[in-house]
């Protein structure tokens, strides 16, 4: 099969939606829906739907949301549906990707043959993820920054960009003042809230508390009564500093530079599992599900039940490589390197990430790899490239890259930095042929796939704990 696809990002459940794959003739116009965040769609009818390419359809899309055309590289098209979702490239032909969809399952999930015959993609508009988060603080345009507010707030309700309370409720209440504006008085903001549900606003696992179904029949638990009232003190003080009608523009501006500090906004994500540490013989073999997040910036691994980050790192602070099974049954590979301490003595750590998209991981990595060393702030509008490594194709190609910015991970009590004494890594040091498992000082990578300027990972003990 031709490597004719992108990266995925594990996003919500569209299972109801149709499909740009119909079965319509195809040498006739045809309507085809182009989905938005939000729960909106653009209606197009086009001739000619089998060869249309996504360059082609983008123009049609963004003069239908009077989108400028100097806007045209912060979004790209996308094939999605509850199993898998990639970018496309501008030379790809959708329709003609929608008839490859079970064979991109089959190769990139582990999903059973029942829900691969079931699934159908839909075409999505949503954000670049080779879009440099510092050209996107430039937009000044409202249309571009509602639709890049409205993929921001999907993701972060849904806890799939894990943030802390002084994050949720600040974006909480700038969601707030979005719709409602920013003259109500406490009743109204309470009414208002009683009405559309604190699960508008806040991460789902936020609004849902941790009181259960008894706490639910009670009534309102207090958690949630304690979100309510952080959310109305956030509301206050943004009142405060903007005033009665400030421009729409303006809360944008501040929702998203809010979600510009967490270092994964804008990522890729990716499914995958990690092992569980050890504790006895009967947690042996059993694993962590995990949502791996990669952007211009670097690699997250964040643990998808407990929506707080495991390991977060630059691509100048890892080695990384791709294992490919090599019995059936076994499992695809994305082995992270990185540097750490084990009892006071420096040692290179590795962490397994089992996944069926560790191919399309390894690949998105290197190509961001890429783009960070050819430019500062990295490429925006290059996924037409012919050499962008998209998904497949990869195999026996082990050259390194390694790039990005110089930086340490600081750890510390929030959901953001990393948690690495959680992981269950392999601490080794290369002797030749031989991994033996502590060294004194790192010498040299595992892997060979490398940047020019490794920095090293800066691991204080007394700041390891989250």
Not at 295 to 315: I, S, T
């Amino acid at each position: 099969m031709e490597d004719d696809c992108s990266f995925p990002d594990s996003s919500g459940d569209h299972s109801q939606r149709g499909s740009v794959a119909s079965s319509a003739t195809l040498s006739r116009a045809q309507d085809v829906l182009v989905y938005l965040f939000g729960e909106s769609a653009v209606h197009l009818t086009l001739e000619g739907l089998g060869t249309v390419t996504v360059q082609e359809l983008g123009q049609s899309v963004r003069e239908a949301l009077h989108i400028p055309d100097s806007a045209r590289e912060v979004f790209a098209f996308w094939l999605c549906s509850p199993l898998l979702d990639l970018q496309l490239k501008l030379r790809h032909q959708p329709y003609k990707l929608c008839r490859q969809w079970q064979d991109l399952l089959y190769r990139f999930t582990d999903a059973s043959e029942e829900d691969i015959s079931q699934d159908e993609p839909y075409l999505q508009f949503r954000r670049n993820v080779f879009y440099p988060k510092s050209k996107e603080q430039q937009i000044e345009d409202e249309a571009v920054l509602r639709l890049l507010y409205d993929e921001a707030k999907s993701n972060i309700l849904a806890g799939r960009y894990p943030c802390d309370p002084e994050h949720w409720t600040d974006l909480g209440a700038l969601s707030f003042a979005l719709d409602e504006g920013t003259g109500l008085d406490d009743q109204q903001f309470a009414t208002v809230l009683k009405e559309k549900k604190v699960s508008s606003y806040v991460p789902a696992h936020v609004a849902i508390g941790s009181g259960g179904l008894f706490s639910t029949l009670r009534g309102k638990s207090s958690r949630q009564a304690g979100v309510e009232q952080n959310l109305l003190a956030a509301y206050r003080k943004l009142c405060t500093s903007v005033g009665d009608s400030p421009e729409p523009t303006q809360l944008l501006h501040q929702y998203l530079h809010t979600c510009h500090t967490l270092p994964y906004y804008g990522c890729a994500l990716f499914l995958g599992e990690i092992d569980k540490p050890s504790q006895g013989i009967l947690q042996r073999g059993k694993r962590k599900t995990v949502n791996v997040g990669i952007c211009l910036e670097g690699v997250y691994v964040m643990d998808a039940k407990e929506k707080h980050v495991l390991l977060g790192l630059q691509f100048s602070e890892l080695s990384w490589d791709h294992s490919y099974p090599e019995e059936e049954g076994d499992s695809h590979i994305l082995w992270l390197e990185f540097d750490g301490e084990e009892d006071g003595t420096a040692v290179n750590k590795l962490l397994k990430i089992y996944s069926k998209q560790a191919e399309l991981m390894s690949g998105f990595i290197e190509f961001c790899v890429e783009l960070n060393s050819g430019s500062e702030g990295g490429a925006a509008g290059e996924t037409d490239r012919e050499d962008v490594p998209q998904s497949a194709n990869q195999e026996g190609r082990h050259k390194n890259g390694r790039g990005g910015r110089r930086g340490m991970l600081h750890r510390q009590n929030s959901v953001v930095c990393s948690r690495v004494h959680t992981l269950n890594t392999i601490s080794y040091v290369d002797t030749g042929k031989e991994i033996k498992r502590l060294k004194p000082k790192r010498a040299a990578s595992f892997f060979t796939r490398q940047a020019p300027a490794y920095s090293a990972v800066q691991v204080l003990e007394s700041l390891e704990q989250g």
